[in-house]
């Protein structure tokens, strides 16, 4: 089946610093990938669409220039959070759409903690 | 705006028993409709899903339930385990393109 791989699982970091959350589609090409925000006990926010190729299209509310999202391949898909700060601290989860018969298959998350 | 809306938001069941969780929706150009199992600090693993013609789709324990003129969906999950004891969220989607999730159901399976 298809699997999306997001490393890390889990990452502390202190205020201030940045963080890099990579996705990647290891059995199939991903010109379309989604990150969503996860809070304890709560559904997934989607965060941004990434295009391959092309700008991540943010959704309302959602800062973009906190968020950095890069799609340079069919295969990969980062987030960066820029600048973190402790409200930043969640569940990031990426997904990506493997054809039909798959669906909408999701990384395993990152856990996110900054202190 | 939900887009999908799920209940109930808590379930308790006792092994053995079905456990039911409902999903309604209004934008009728929906047309895949799959259910997610997560587990706590995991991502959403797809557990099942249908389209809207079909009613009714079971793989194993699982069986999703499909009324397209209520505009509604169901999961049931027959014979009941501790191990199915997770959150699951139901969604819907035009074409594959942006998924809308319900809120989430987090199941209790007691032995």
């Known amino acids: 089946g298809a699997v999306v791989s997001q490393h890390p699982s889990w990452v502390i970091c202190k205020s201030g610093t940045s963080v890099k959350i990579e996705c990647r589609s290891l059995d199939f090409q991903a010109t379309t990938m989604f990150w969503y925000r996860q809070f304890p006990k709560q559904s997934l926010m989607l965060m941004a669409t990434?295009?391959?190729?092309?700008?991540?299209?943010?959704e309302q509310g959602v800062e973009k220039d906190k968020f950095l999202i890069n799609h340079a391949s069919l295969t990969l898909s980062t987030l960066t959070v820029t600048s973190a700060h402790p409200e930043d601290s969640s569940f990031y989860i990426c997904?990506?759409?493997?054809?039909?018969?798959?669906?909408?298959?999701f990384g395993s998350g990152t856990r996110l903690t900054v202190v | 705006q939900q887009q999908v809306k799920q209940s109930p938001q808590s379930l308790i069941v006792q092994k053995g028993g079905i456990s039911i969780i409902n999903c309604a929706y209004e934008n009728t150009a929906f047309d895949y409709f799959p259910w997610y199992q997560q587990f706590p600090g995991k991502g959403p693993a797809l557990l099942i899903a249908?389209?809207?013609?079909?009613s009714e789709k079971k793989e194993g324990r699982f069986t999703i339930s499909f009324n397209k003129s209520a505009k509604q969906f169901s999961l049931h999950i027959m014979d009941s385990q501790p191990g199915d004891s997770a959150t699951y969220f139901c969604a819907a989607s035009i074409a594959g393109n942006q998924f809308y999730f319900g809120t989430g159901t987090s199941l209790t399976v007691i032995p």
């Open positions: 997904s990506a759409l493997a054809g039909t018969d798959y669906g909408y298959t």
């Open positions: 249908i389209r809207p013609d079909v």
């Open positions: 990434s295009n391959e190729g092309s700008k991540a299209t943010y």
